[in-house]
């Protein structure tokens, strides 16, 4: 009975201090936010390339193991993307809330107009109907049904069999698996081959004959099936000239197609970004569609980028001239247009020593050059050791390497910049600032208390671990270091440090007797042989410039 009275005394006594419970909504505040749902695509896929196995044994055979592979690898190379009609989703965001209008990250954006982010063009399955049907029409970049592919090569790997690509693609982080066999009889290569699809689990089979002797140059229309069968879309001809020029590079969505003329380049349908580019005349750029079943042609003439300045060139001798890697004809030469900026002249002559001059030829002037040309052999006279990879001396290298350290202490002086934003951003969302703050906000908001106190704790964290990683790739300089003037390493200190001492010892490199020279003279040379003494003479260290 006393056990009885006590747990009915106990329980009274729960229910007088109880405090009110409140809904979670109302707790977190949840009514007042409203946000529309969205979702991240997969943005890229491995292809991964194992060696081919030999169905009957050959040791004389087994470079073919990888360099068939090898072959359609070569073939593979500017496949950029797949193209899949229903993308893996990465992250799927729930809408919640009244009548959501936009996304948590168009919301984000919104309230912070001054940082730049690139604008998603597809938030849902919504608008990746819309881009199904051609209601919505973007650019393959911003289009999540065309995944970036990247290609890993297996050679390390033993090959592999249709049965055991569904194993090996899981556990080898492959999204697509290329691998087969091959067969040799009498002067015949027969070659199978299978793609498995990691994410479809379907397996693709192809096959192809040739010669053994010229197995690796027949192996095209090979690649091509695979490549075709790795794009997704059905593909178009594409057929490119720019009147009647030769060699402008053709570039269709970033992607290297080839040279001017252009003609049975497959490409997959769609809206795409044309791009033809040749040095000495202006860009074509233009967006255009390739359609089904229809060729797509187009022939457009290249704006040539006249010149308006002028060189003049004069020598002691008759020598060729290059602008670069231009001929522009034999000394002497009047007034001869050339493209402005800055670029290099070399005089060449059989029997004389090559003579180089850095110009900076500026519009509507005229560049005048003198040079006296000396007699020699341009091999002996530079010995190899001043130009150190073609044309380039070690003067060149150690100005590359002083520019290196400038970009390296550039990105150096940006990191710390962007390691004090984090700081200055956080600090404006934060509000509970001290004691007093807390403390207020605690009294007139207790139920909210622990929900926001943890959320700034949170933006506090994080801008502090975002300034940090920031300033560990920074590093600090001993200039910045005002406590202890210590220098703390860091990927960009380093870097700047490597090429400061690469600027050092490629200078040092470069020196030689013809470079610089060091002697004693004495002040009276008529007297040098007659006992006159150290004092009466100095020493001196001479620069000679060459080029």
Known sequence: ??????????????LVNTIPLIA???????????YKGSVTFETNRSLCIFPFVATKEDVTKEYLMKGIPSVLLSELRNLEYTYVEYPRQNIVYHSFGENPISTLQEKIDAESPNVKRKRKEVNDEKDLDDL??????????????????????????????PDEAYGAATKMGCDYILSGSFEINDNTLKTKVFLFDDYEGKTFPFEHQTSVIRAYQEMGPLGESIKEKLQGK???????SAGGLEGALVYIDGIY?????????????????????????FPYKSDVLLEKGKKFQIDTNLSL???????????NVESDVYLGIQYLGKTPIKRIAIPSGMNRLRLSREGYIDSFRGIDAKDDEETVVDIQMREGQTEVYYKNKQNVFLDHTYKDFTTYSIYGALLFYASYAYLNYASRQAYSGARSQVTLTDAVAITTFYQNNSNEFIFWYYTQNQIIDDAESKAKNLKR???????????????????????????????ATFYFLGL????????????????????????????????????
């Open 1 to 14: 009975m006393k056990h009885k009275i006590s747990a009915f005394l106990l329980i009274v006594g729960l």
């Open 24 to 34: 979670i909504d109302d707790y977190y505040n949840f009514p007042s936010q409203s």
């Open 132 to 161: 199904r049907i051609g209601k919505k029409q973007v650019s393959p970049e911003k289009d999540p049904r065309y995944i970036k592919i990247t290609i890993k090569q297996m050679w390390d790997k033993k090959p592999l069999s």
């Open 234 to 240: 059905e593909t178009t001809f594409v057929e490119v």
């Open 257 to 281: 197609l080839g040279k001017t003329p252009l003609a049975d380049k497959k490409f997959p349908i769609g809206k795409r970004s044309l791009f033809i580019f040749k040095e000495g005349y």
């Open 305 to 315: 980028k006249l010149s308006s300045s002028y060189i003049t060139v004069t020598s």
């Open 473 to 503: 790739i920074a590093g600090t300089l001993p200039t910045e270091n005002r406590r202890d003037r210590q220098l703390v390493a860091g990927p960009m200190v380093i870097l700047m440090g490597l090429m400061l001492v690469s600027a």
């Open 512 to 547: 030689d007797q013809e470079t610089l020279e060091i002697g004693y003279l004495p002040i009276n040379p008529a007297f040098a042989n007659q006992g006159q003494s150290a004092i009466e003479g100095y020493g001196f260290m001479q620069f000679h410039l060459r080029y």
